[in-house]
């Protein structure tokens, strides 16, 4: 009896895990996000080549997760914002923006992914931590309101 008992959790308990996993990946994102640390240093935003940024989909900033190559972060978000080059880099630094949902008003946010030795994303990182849930808000289809850094 206790067996069985312990089989039914077991499969209830696994049962509950792919229900969630599912429902993260219902819209078709990972649930891989950026972090914030004081730790990372961002250049200097009058150095970017950039300096306005860009304003990417929310759902392609999502979509640079750990592995992907920089050819793929390539096609999902553009050319690094700095002088930081192609080949044996291990940063790309971007300037993004996103809007506040108050008119025209627009957050800009630095962005950086961090890449390992084979040249595929091991980290991604906001600047500020408002862009962190500047991302979750737009991500769920609402428009920030009184978004300040």
């Given at each position: 009896m206790t067996k069985m008992i312990t089989r039914y959790m077991l499969a209830a308990s696994a049962m509950l895990c792919l229900s969630g996993a599912v429902a993260a990946a219902a819209d078709g994102?990972?649930?891989?996000?950026?972090?914030?640390?004081?730790?990372i240093t961002?250049?200097?935003?009058?150095?970017?080549?950039?300096?306005e940024?860009?304003?990417?989909?929310?759902?392609?900033i999502a979509m640079v997760t750990p592995g992907l190559t920089k050819d793929q972060v390539y096609a999902l978000i553009g050319?690094?914002?700095?002088?930081?080059?192609?080949?044996g880099v291990r940063r790309w630094n971007?300037?993004?923006n996103f809007y506040t949902g108050e008119g025209?008003?627009?957050?800009a946010c630095q962005y950086q992914i961090r890449f390992d030795r084979k040249a595929r994303v091991e980290r991604t990182w906001f600047r500020e931590p408002a862009c962190v849930n500047i991302l979750e808000q737009n991500l769920a289809g609402n428009?920030?309101?009184n978004v300040e850094k």
């Open positions: 994102l990972p649930s891989y996000r950026p972090g914030v640390s004081d730790a961002f250049p200097d935003v009058e150095r970017a080549t950039r300096k940024g860009v304003f990417v989909a929310a759902r392609n050319v690094p914002h700095f002088h930081e080059g192609l080949f971007y300037i993004v025209d008003k627009y957050v428009t920030p309101k």
